[in-house]
Every structure is written in structure tokens, then in C-alpha cells.
């Protein structure tokens, strides 16, 4: 089990120093609890609220910020992860993709770009972002690219800024699959 726990530290080092090519460095480092969060999410259209403490019930989490739905980089990054919904899915990992940016535009994004699987939470003011300090610099009130791996104990396995969303997917599937493997 320590070989497992060092592979996914592993794993988010790796992540971290890769990230540091990007942006800023995600704020909120691995092993730090996650903040609870509640938000107005859509999937396939329908709203409903999101809560971070009832997902980690049935597995570690995905979270993914983004600046905002229907532009090049968030709708690439979205399909992305509707792609390897399956594979995340096999983990009994949840995705959800939060924004600050045009927030009208969840349930739509939901269907149309997220491919009706998995959930996008509307972030007026970037309030959850702040949580995880993962507001946009220069532009507080949207969120930055910034993908996080939660294991079930709200522990952050892996911490990731990019503003390039293809490598999102890759880490964040990799980090999952270290800490399914390990229990």
C-alpha cells in the first residue's frame, strides 16, 4: 500500500512539475483537504445541485475548472473528458467541470459539448474557484484551467494548472487509476 500511496504522489509531482510549464501552479497542493462545495450543476440538460461531500461516497472525484463553456479550449477540453467518461466511470471516479464564465450556458454545454456525461456547475463570481484558488490571473471572476483528483477522504491527489486542456485528461485519468489500484 505505501508503494501504491508514493506511486500517486508520485504521479502529482510529476503533474505539478509538468504544470509548471503552463500557468501558475494550482494553489491548492496534493495532500491538502478539499473544500466542500455545493453548485448548481446540469447534466443532459437537467439542473440539479452538486455536492462534494455526497460524491466522494462513491469514489474520488474529478473536479476541473474552466474559464468558459463554447470557447476552443473549453470545448475541446470537454469533449476530452466526455471521451474517457467510460474509463472514469470503471474507477468509480466522478467528473464534474466547474466555471465562472458564461454560467447561462451550463445546461447547454452539458449537452452539448460534455456529451450528456458528467455534470457542469455553474460558479457565479468564481466564489468556488476562490476556494481552490483557482481563479484566472488578471481576471478573478473566471476560472482558471485547473484540474484536481479527490480521493473518498476529500485528500487532493493531484493538484494541475495548464492553460493546453490536453493533457487534463491524461493526469487526471492517471492519478485516478493510481489510487483505484490501491484500493
Not at 41 to 48: E, F, H, Q, R
Not at 97 to 105: I, Q
Not at 109 to 131: L, T
Request: some cysteine.
Amino acid at each position: 500500500m505505501k508503494a501504491v500511496i508514493q506511486a500517486v504522489t508520485g504521479v502529482a509531482a510529476a503533474a505539478l512539475l509538468v504544470g509548471a510549464a503552463g500557468t501558475a501552479l494550482a494553489a491548492l497542493p496534493v495532500g491538502a483537504q478539499a473544500p466542500d462545495f455545493k453548485a448548481q450543476a446540469a447534466l443532459a440538460g437537467d439542473t440539479s445541485t452538486f455536492s462534494l461531500k455526497e460524491a466522494l461516497k462513491t469514489g474520488p472525484v474529478v473536479l476541473y475548472f474552466f474559464p468558459a463553456a463554447f470557447t476552443s479550449g473549453c470545448t475541446q477540453e470537454a469533449h476530452e473528458f466526455a471521451e474517457a467518461s467510460d474509463s472514469f466511470a470503471k474507477l468509480h471516479a466522478t467528473v464534474i467541470g466547474v466555471t465562472a464564465g458564461n454560467v447561462d450556458r451550463v445546461a447547454e454545454f452539458s449537452k452539448v459539448e460534455c456529451r450528456n456525461k458528467f455534470r457542469v456547475a455553474a460558479d457565479p463570481g468564481a466564489k468556488i474557484a476562490a476556494q481552490y484558488e483557482s481563479q484566472m490571473q488578471g481576471n478573478p471572476l473566471l476560472s482558471d484551467r485547473t484540474s484536481y483528483v479527490i480521493a473518498r477522504d476529500g485528500k487532493i491527489l493531484l493538484s494541475y494548472t495548464d492553460m493546453d486542456p490536453h493533457a487534463h485528461i491524461e493526469k487526471t485519468l492517471a492519478a485516478t487509476e493510481a489510487w483505484a489500484a490501491s484500493h
